[in-house]
Nanobody, 124 residues
Framework: QVQLEESGGGLVQAGGSLRLSCAAS????????VGWFRQAPGREREFVAAISWDGGRTYYEDSAKGRFTISRDNAKNTVTLQMTSLKPEDTAVYYC?????????????????WGQGTQVTVSS
């Protein structure tokens, strides 16, 4: 069993930055891709970013490109989402998830373990 725990959310003004972390338990975390997703009030959960098992490949949703950076430290079983130039429309609960494989995946069906989420609120 894999458990994921997000942290780092909070309230920030537009234009500000936040650094989200995803800490995982389980020795097999480093062999799998990890993704970040978000769900805004009244909207479906959507893909934000993903990173391959070794950090060699990353993929971003269009609105995250150039503003968000996903990275991982397999020695510490953590994945980080650095978010800059935040906008009010980035307000959502952010979830990390571990994929079923080692590559890059942006479909939610490719992720099998999910954290509980961390709230990000961007004020205008």
């Amino acid at each position: 069993q894999v458990q994921l725990e997000e942290s780092g959310g909070g309230l920030v003004q537009a234009g500000g930055s936040l650094r989200l972390s995803c800490a995982a338990s389980g020795r097999t975390f480093s062999s799998y891709a990890v993704g970040w997703f978000r769900q805004a009030p009244g909207r479906e959960r959507e893909f934000v970013a993903a990173i391959s098992w070794d950090g060699g490949r990353t993929y971003y949703e269009d609105s995250a490109k150039g503003r968000f950076t996903i990275s991982r430290d397999n020695a510490k079983n953590t994945v980080t989402l650095q978010m800059t130039s935040l906008k009010p429309e980035d307000t959502a609960v952010y979830y990390c998830a571990r994929a079923l494989g080692s590559g890059i995946y942006y479909g939610q069906g490719s992720y099998v373990y999910w954290g509980q989420g961390t709230q990000v609120t961007v004020s205008s």
